[in-house]
C-alpha cells in the first residue's frame, strides 16, 4: 500500500484514503480486519504520521473505520445495501386527536402468549450491557456508610450526575451546566414534564412520522393533537416543509428525534440541526429534542444535536442511560433551557426525584470510563447486527421490499410490497415464535400498513437468524399468493 507524494490534484490524506477505501470495497480488508499501524504506513509511504491520521479519521467519519483504543484501526462493519431505502408517506396538513394505546395494548397481550423471538423490542439485550462493571457500581455505592443513597434526592438530580452530564455534552458540541440539567425517570418522564411546562390539552404538536409510539402516547395521555411531516430514512425532515407548517398552523410545540430515529434511523445533518434552532428562537416555538440514541453511533465521532445550536434557550433537549446501558435503571435528563424553571416544578409536583441509588450508580459508571469502555463495544456488537439483519432481509424477503440502513441506534425500518399487512400477520407470525413492530403502530392515522420495525439489539445466535427467515418466508407466501 504505497502513496506518491506526486499526486496533486487532492490533499495526500485524502490520496490515501482513497487506496485504503478502494482495497476495503474490493474486499481485500474485509469487516473486523486490522490495518497496519500508523507507523507502518508513515514508514511505507514516506508521508507523516500525521497526515496518515488525517486519513483514518477521514475513513472513520465516512464510516469505513473504527478505532479501538491501545488496539489500533478496523475496518467497520458497513452493509453494502442492495435495497433502497423505505418511502416516506406526505404529511398529515391537520390536527388530530391521538389514539395509539388501544393497538399498543392489543400487541403487548399477543405477545405474551408464548415464548418467541422478540425483534420487536427495541431495549437492548442484558448480555450486551456491562453487568460486572454495573454490579461494582452499585456495591460501591451501597458500602458509603453515611447512607447518602437511601436519602430522597435533590428534585433536580444528583449534582455529581449532572455535572458528569454536563461535561460529556462537550463530545456533542454542546455546552451544558450542571444547573441546566434535571433527573428524570427515563427519557418519557423527560419529555411528558417538557410537553406539560409547554403545552394545554388541546394543543397541537407536530412530530416527525413515523414517530415512536412512545412519543404518541405521552401526546394521548396529555389530551394533545398531534400534526405530522413526512421524515426520511436517508435524511430526515425537511426543514422548510416544518416551517411552513408552523407559519400556517397554531403549533404549540415540536418533538424531533435529531439521532438515529426510532423506528426509521433516520438523522438530521448539522446544517438542519442548526436551522431548526434558528426558527425555534425566530418563532418562539420550543423544539423538544429526543437525544436517547445518540450515543450509540457506529463510526465516526459522536453526532451533535439541535441543542448544540441553541443560544437562546428555545431548545428542550431529552435523553437517557435506557438504551445505552441499564434499561432497568430508568436513569434520563432534560436540559430544557428557558423553560427550567417550570419542568422543574413539574418534576417536583410530579414524583419529587429520581431513584437515589441508581443516579449515584450511573455517576460511578462515568467516573471510573466503565461506561466509555462499554459503548466501544456496544457499538460494534449493533452494528455487526444491523449488517447481518439486512443481508437476511435482502435473502429472504419479498421482492420490493425496501430497508433502512441506519448509522446508529437499535432498529431498521422496513417496506413490504403493498398487498401486505403487518398487523394482520402479527398473530400469525407469533404463532411462528417471532414479533416485530407493525407499521401501523409508529402512525396516529392508520399509515404504514406494510411496513414492520426490526431491532438487532438482541445477542446475535442462530434463532434469530431463523427467525427473520421465517418471517420472510411469510411474507413472501402472502406476496406471491396476491399474484
Known sequence: MTVTESTMQEPIYIDLSQKIASLIERNI?????????????????????????????????????????KSGYFVSYRNRQNLPAPQAIPATLSARSV???????KLREGGSKKEFVSLANALPDHRLLPFNSIKSSIQKVSKDLSGNYLKLEDPKGNRKLREAIA?????????????????????????????????????????????YYGIMLAL??????????????????????????????????????????????????????????????????????????GDICFSGKRPDCIKSYDESGWVMYCSSFSKSLAPGFRIGWCAPGRFSYEVARIKLMQNSASNTLMQSAIYELLESGSYDRHLKKFRLELQKNMVRTIRLVEKHFPVGTRISSPAGGLVVWAELPAPINTTELQDTALDQGVSYGPGELFSNDGDYKNYLRISYCNQWDAKIERALENLGGLFSAISINDK
Open 99 to 105: 389514539h395509539i394505546d388501544k393497538l399498543l395494548r
Open 220 to 293: 394521548e395521555g396529555l389530551g394533545l393533537k398531534v400534526i405530522t411531516i413526512p421524515c426520511h430514512s436517508d435524511s430526515g425532515i425537511d426543514v422548510d416543509v416544518l416551517v411552513d407548517v408552523c407559519r400556517s398552523m397554531a403549533v404549540k410545540a415540536c418533538i424531533l428525534v435529531s439521532n438515529f430515529n426510532n423506528p426509521n434511523g433516520a438523522s438530521l445533518n448539522s446544517i438542519k440541526k442548526a436551522r431548526l434552532a434558528a426558527f425555534a428562537a425566530k418563532y418562539k416555538i420550543p423544539i423538544i429534542e429526543d437525544d436517547i440514541y
Open 167 to 211: 461535561k460529556r455534552s462537550f463530545t456533542w458540541n454542546g455546552k451544558l451546566h450542571a444547573d441546566d440539567l434535571i433527573i428524570t425517570n427515563g427519557t418519557t418522564e423527560a419529555l411528558n414534564i417538557c410537553l406539560k411546562a409547554v403545552t394545554n390539552p388541546g394543543d397541537t404538536v407536530l412530530v416527525q412520522s413515523p414517530c
Open 29 to 69: 480488508y474485509k469487516a473486523g480486519d486490522k490495518l497496519p499501524s500508523l507507523r507502518t504506513l508513515h514508514k511505507e509511504n514516506g508521508i507523516s504520521v500525521g497526515t496518515v491520521l488525517q486519513a483514518f479519521n477521514h475513513l472513520i467519519d465516512k464510516g469505513y473505520l473504527t478505532s479501538r483504543e
